[in-house]
């Protein structure tokens, strides 16, 4: 079974502050992890996918995230936060990389204060 | 803009009645899956179709049914509605069975 954690169900950073939001995944086989956003009254937009390729993975907008196997995580970054970050970010894992078998984190909200 | 459209936005019923939501997928694109987004339960998937075939179900009520039609548009029909079936209901599609899942803008059915 996979399942996935997103800690922190809210996050505010400044304008221009590093942007940390936390997952961790649960999965019996190497999984397929994904970041995506939801931009208010949008759908789900793809930002970045792990694919065992590398465990750094850049995506667009400036964000990456870093597979780290021993700690089962697969936390987002940007180095400066915009204003236009703003938006729910969904933390998914799929033990086949199909969006049928997608399990999704319950999400974390990302404020960007000025 | 993914390319997958769904309508309509917005939908307001009365329970008990029956609606049905439409799914374009992208030009090319074979498999459609449907996810329901709701506050208590999140994001969650319920059916995936490929090229005309049922292929996975989720967490799909046995009110709910979905179809893919030859022309590749999907439909999901949901029955018998309750207060609590109100939520945003995504479709994705994707070319293949394992490769990437493009979005639509999702349909927000809300149940009175």
């Known amino acids: 079974a996979q399942s996935v954690t997103q800690l922190g169900s809210h996050v505010s950073v400044s304008e221009g502050a590093l942007v940390l939001l936390r997952c961790n995944y649960s999965s019996s086989v190497p999984p397929y992890l994904f970041w995506y956003v939801q931009y208010p009254n949008q759908g789900l937009q793809l930002l970045l996918k792990?694919?065992?390729?590398?465990?750094l993975v850049k995506g667009i907008n400036g964000f990456e995230a870093e597979f780290k196997k021993s700690e089962t995580s697969f936390h987002l970054t940007k180095p400066s936060a915009h204003m236009s970050d703003a938006a729910e970010y969904f933390c998914?894992?799929?033990?086949?990389?199909?969006?049928?078998?997608?399990?999704f984190g319950s999400g974390t909200q990302l404020t960007v204060l000025p | 803009d993914s390319g997958v459209t769904q309508t309509p936005k917005h939908l307001i019923t009365a329970t008990g009645q029956r609606v049905t939501l439409r799914c374009s997928p992208r030009?090319?694109?074979?498999?459609v899956y449907w996810y329901q987004q709701s506050l208590d339960q999140g994001l969650q998937f319920l059916i995936q179709y490929y090229n005309g075939e049922e292929r996975a179900k989720g967490n799909i009520l046995e009110r709910f049914s979905a179809q893919q039609f030859p022309d590749l548009h999907s439909e999901l029909n949901l029955s018998s509605l309750e207060l609590g079936d109100s939520a945003l209901y995504f479709c994705a599609s994707s070319e293949a069975m394992n490769t990437e899942a493009f979005f639509g803008q999702g349909t927000r059915l809300t149940v009175v």
């Open positions: 998914a894992v799929s033990e086949t990389g199909s969006a049928r078998q997608l399990t």
């Open positions: 792990y694919t065992s390729a590398a465990t």
């Open positions: 030009s090319g694109d074979l498999s």
